[in-house]
């Protein structure tokens, strides 16, 4: 018997079509040929018996408002709603919550925070809701943020900014939504609370009301346990978005997404104490998340490979290849934008690196890799699960068959992350390893994997577009499904007794097709003038609907068949839906420690990420160290050696805070500098230099090895920069205006701890102007009685010819190397970049010979070059372009003598005869 292949149809609902040939002229016998699945219906319908049973609401209901707001399947993960206040003069407090984690994240009061720290909140928290009372303005960093968006990146979205009255911040309000929280019947936050070295015992075990609390009390201490309420701004904060919540839950359409939608499963402290303080422009300058396009990229100067070099590229890009789930992906970005300040996060990051970097550990690596690859992530798997469940049965038999592929595959490919985390050699100091043990045991991934794997049929699921549960589960439904396959021989009999019946005249070809809500037709094709090309022998034959190609009728044979089986189909699925709702259920049972193993993966996919990076992009470990240092040997810029054939490598050294130099002896290289100058002509590499320090800080602090040889480094809370980008350009305001304020922000908000960039600053304004405020700066900086780390580079060589900045041991004089060869006949052939960083200041402006390089007249050059070096010594430059040539002497002395022979002349003397000979006497 032929057996029945159902086959994938746009609908997912497989039509049943034997087909047998009508007798043709000569009395053929009726064709044998094979049943065939053509000519499907456009209309095949929907399947919906079992599933308008427990569907209470209709199924597509969604909730459609504007981008930031609607809570749609496809979004959903997308939220974060953030909600922060000012108070008391410069007290920010913040809250967030991200539906995708079902979390929401509390900060610590900052208490000086200004709108500067606010922005460097959104920037990390990237909203998408913003929840602020009338008191805060945040339209002006919105408007920042679209332009920056608009010329720079995607990387930061513009959010909705939704004023909310004064109350709904208050404390009070707060305090009782807290309170009123349902969280604490997670299976997680017990743990957390109450057994925090216990890991996942189970959580029957730590029920807070069984430890004598009364309900509220319990729940006060539930809460204090992962929110500090001593943060009245940031608790008010997180009140206004439990009422947001509230608001969006009450007014959603239907009661449908009440309890599935912006659940909390945890609240969690968040602190930018814990976090270095780096803003937009350090982000942008550094080409972190971003790409910047140097000033001079339509201009190369030598060592320039292409004009497109440093476009497109960033820092982050360099390293997102190498996660592979999405959550690692989530997960390494988040690093990215939070660099930490908490040396045992860093060095804990840095040992998981060293560790997999082993030799020894590159078949555990590569095991944990390939698994990696194929693991999805398991929050939105579940919250597909949980609400097929409670939208009733058209969602379960809707459960996209990649809910079960990715929870197998999860569960199976964490078995290997787990397997190969248990070989690791020298893994045991890594505490992410224990905790991923722990929670991977907890999560019974083998069970879970089984309990899918029994039941759920994937590749027929994946046929199919719908969950097709294996043989052997149901007796009853193996039988049902039996005969559905039997049909087809079934119906290629029938379709031969029809065609039986049909004027050996005529030539038809007879289906007879099974449609799960249509039942059995036979179906005839039309003929040339669209009618059907038979009609039947009687009046039995009722047509029931035409297609483009056949006409469909029913006569008392599909009739009784309709009544005898045109609900196999529906049974089937029925009987499926009641054993995958099962299975949902006890897989729902495992939900939290699911997502925790998903979360842990996660977590460990970034971390990976950085070992692969450090490996591919030749890294080494920084030691960290409790001193205020950066200490740096052969140090490259992670993003320029890859545009560049040979990136020449430098040394740095700068001491921040008591522990550089104050004596007042002369400068010398064997102090501790804590600030670096550097001087040199353009193209020198000044800008590489100062950013490939920055950088080397920044990675190391994500906790990423980095690009040098070795390097010493303490930990730096804030990367000020003063750089100039494309952004500055495209701002309204000035170049200067932009300088100005990228500068004063530096010094509000350094400390001794921070480093500070500055790449030629003054440049926007009047040279005197420029050189006064730079030195100012400069010396502010140098005198601080605890001084930050600095790295300035300048082109005001009238800084050092006129000793406006006094020489000190904190101060420390560089340039970039260049070779100058006079001698040479080409100006171009007389100066080499080399690269390399040397102590001291740059004896010669090369300016005028990058001026001839690029294709300046060589006497205008020349001019150019006298003209500098009186000016750089301070000399009357007026005075000395009234020099004359001899030529323009004796021109001169000849007017000279001129004009006082005229003046001997007496007039008085003689007439007119005797004026005239005088005259003639002076012009001879
Ligand atoms: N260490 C290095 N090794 C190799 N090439 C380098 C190095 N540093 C810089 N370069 C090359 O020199 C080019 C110019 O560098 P950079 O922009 O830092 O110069 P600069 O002195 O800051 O110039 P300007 O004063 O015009 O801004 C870079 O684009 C790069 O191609």
Not at 303 to 318: I, P, Q, R, T, W
Not at 357 to 368: E, G, H, I, Q, T
Not at 820 to 827: A, G, I, M, S
């Amino acid at each position: 018997m032929p057996s029945l292949k159902r086959k994938r149809t746009p609908a997912s609902r497989p039509p049943i079509t034997p087909r047998t040939s009508g007798r043709r002229l000569g009395h053929r016998a009726p064709s044998s040929q094979a049943p065939s699945t053509s000519s499907v219906p456009p209309q095949t319908p929907t399947i919906s018996s079992a599933s308008q049973l427990r569907t209470p609401y209709p199924t597509d209901t969604r909730i459609e408002t504007d981008r930031s707001v609607r809570a749609t399947d496809d979004d959903f993960d997308d939220h974060v709603i953030a909600a922060i206040d000012m108070k008391d003069h410069g007290t920010v407090g913040c809250s967030y919550y991200s539906a995708e984690e079902e979390k929401m994240y509390l900060l610590g009061d900052s208490r000086s925070g200004d709108m500067e720290t606010i922005d460097a909140l959104l920037l990390q928290i990237k909203p998408t809701v913003v929840l602020t009372p009338p008191r805060v303005d945040l339209s002006s960093q919105s408007q920042d943020q679209n332009l920056a968006q608009e010329d720079v990146s995607s990387a930061y979205l513009p959010y909705q900014i939704d004023i909310r009255p004064t109350p709904e911040f208050s404390y009070s309000n707060a305090e009782s939504k807290l309170l009123a929280l349902q969280i604490s019947s997670t299976h997680e936050q017990r743990i957390r609370f109450f057994v925090p070295q216990n890991g996942l015992a189970g959580p029957e075990e730590v029920d807070p009301e069984e430890m004598g609390f009364t309900l509220q009390e319990g729940r006060l201490l539930h809460i204090s346990s992962s929110v500090d309420m001593e943060n009245p701004v940031t608790i008010g904060c997180a009140g206004a978005i439990l009422t947001y919540l509230q608001r969006r839950r009450a007014g959603a359409p239907s009661p449908l997404e009440e309890g599935n939608e912006y659940r909390i499963r945890a609240l969690q402290m968040f602190n930018l104490r814990d976090t270095m303080w780096i803003n937009r422009n350090t982000f942008t300058s550094l080409q972190i998340i971003q790409s910047e396009s140097h000033p001079n990229m339509f201009n190369q100067g030598p060592g320039k490979k292409s004009a497109s070099g440093k476009e497109g590229l960033s820092v982050y890009g360099l390293f997102q290849h190498f996660a592979y789930t999405p959550q690692g992906r989530a997960r390494l970005k988040q690093t990215f934008s939070r660099p930490s300040v908490d040396l045992d996060t860093i060095r804990e990051r840095h040992d998981f690196i060293g560790v997999f970097s082993r030799p020894d550990n590159l078949a555990a690596l590569d095991k944990m890799t390939k698994a990696l690859k194929h693991i999805k992530n398991l929050r939105p798997v579940m919250v597909n699960l949980r609400k097929g469940i409670s939208t009733g049965s058209a969602k379960i038999t809707g459960f996209k068959t990649t809910v079960w592929a990715s929870l197998l595959a999860f569960a199976f490919y964490s078995i290997d992350i787990n397997d190969a985390l248990r070989e690791v050699s020298g893994a045991h100091i890594l505490t992410l390893r224990s905790k991923a043990l722990r929670v991977f045991e907890a999560a019974q991934l083998y069970r879970v994997g089984r309990m899918v794997q029994e039941i759920v049929d994937i590749d027929n699921s994946e046929e199919q577009g719908r969950t097709v549960v294996k043989q052997g589960i149901d007796r009853e439904l193996d039988k049902i499904k039996d005969r559905y396959d039997g049909l087809n021989s079934l119906l290629r009999h029938v379709a031969l007794d029809i065609a039986a019946t049909i004027p050996a005249t005529l030539d038809v070809d007879v289906n007879v097709i099974y449609f799960p809500q249509l039942g059995f037709n036979v179906a005839i094709p039309l003929n040339d003038h669209g009618g059907a090309e038979y009609t039947g022998s009687d009046d039995d034959w009722e047509l029931m609907f035409i297609t483009e190609n056949r006409a469909y009728f029913k006569d008392f044979r599909m009739r009784e068949m309709d009544e005898k089986l045109g609900d196999i189909y529906g049974i089937i699925c029925e009987k499926e839906i009641e054993i995958v709702y099962d299975l949902a259920q006890r897989v729902l049972r495992y939900e939290n420690v699911l997502v925790d193993a998903s979360d842990i993966c996660g977590d460990i996919d970034s971390l990976l990420a950085l070992t692969q990076a450090a490996s591919f992009y030749k890294l080494t470990r920084p030691r960290m160290v409790e001193q205020n240092v950066i200490r740096i040997k052969g140090g490259r810029h992670i993003l320029q050696e890859l545009t560049v054939s040979s990136y020449v490598p430098n040394d740095t050294l700068l001491v921040g805070g008591d522990e550089s130099e104050t004596n007042d002896a002369s400068s010398s290289t064997d102090s501790n500098p804590s600030m670096l100058l550097l001087t040199g002509p353009n193209y020198s590499g000044k800008s590489v230099y100062i950013k490939q320090v920055a950088l080397i800080v920044y990675l190391a602090q994500i906790g990423s090895f980095v690009p040098a040889d070795s390097a010493e480094l303490g930990v730096t809370d804030k990367i000020l920069t003063k750089i100039n980008t494309q952004e500055s350009v495209s701002k309204i305001q000035s170049t200067f205006m932009n300088d100005l304020q990228q500068i004063s922000l530096c010094l509000k908000q350094v400390t001794n701890r921070s480093l500070v960039i500055i790449d030629e600053f003054g440049k926007g304004t009047n040279e005197s102007d420029g050189i006064g405020l730079a030195c100012g700066i400069l010396d502010y900086l140098l005198c601080l009685e605890s001084p930050a780390k600095v790295i300035a580079a300048t082109h005001f060589h009238e800084i050092f010819e006129n000793n406006f900045l006094a020489l000190r041991p904190r101060l420390h004089l560089g340039h970039m190397e260049v070779q100058v060869r006079e001698e040479t006949q080409e100006v171009e052939d007389q100066i080499t970049y080399l690269y390399n960083f040397r102590p001291g200041r740059s004896n010669k402006s090369f300016g005028t010979i990058c001026a001839a390089i690029n294709g300046i007249d060589p006497a205008i050059v020349s001019r150019a070059n006298e003209i500098a070096s009186l000016s750089a010594r301070g000399e009357n430059i007026v005075a000395a372009c009234a020099v004359l040539s001899s030529e323009e002497m004796q021109d001169l002395e000849e007017a000279n003598s001129l004009a006082r022979g005229f003046l001997e002349i007496d007039f008085s003397q003689g007439g007119p005869d005797h004026v005239k000979a005088v005259f003639e006497g002076l012009f001879e």
